[in-house]
């Protein structure tokens, strides 16, 4: 998975948050797309233990259950390790 650009990684949680049915805020406007964001972006043949991202969701979700329903969708070489719950405004 070194080899995924950043674009194709942001493609990839998008699908596999779809898949798993998680209820992800859409932005409003002429292009919607979910509001997702990974904290930096890694140069093409990086690898990384510890990426951050911020997703915000629609509905209160258990952080245990968001974790366990995308990792079941995620593909091998990508696991989400926790998730928290932080207030968005």
Do not use: W, Y
Request: with cysteine.
């Amino acid at each position: 998975m070194k080899f995924i650009s950043h674009l194709d990684l942001m493609r990839l949680f998008v699908r596999a948050m779809r898949r798993a049915r998680i209820p992800v805020k859409i932005t409003e406007g002429f292009n919607p797309h979910p509001k997702f964001s990974i904290a930096r972006a890694l140069k093409l043949g990086l690898e990384s233990e510890n990426e951050e991202a911020c997703i915000v969701i629609k509905e209160l979700m258990d952080p245990g259950q968001f974790v366990l329903k995308l990792n079941r969708e995620l593909p091998e070489g990508i696991l989400v390790k926790s998730a928290k719950l932080t207030q968005h405004l």
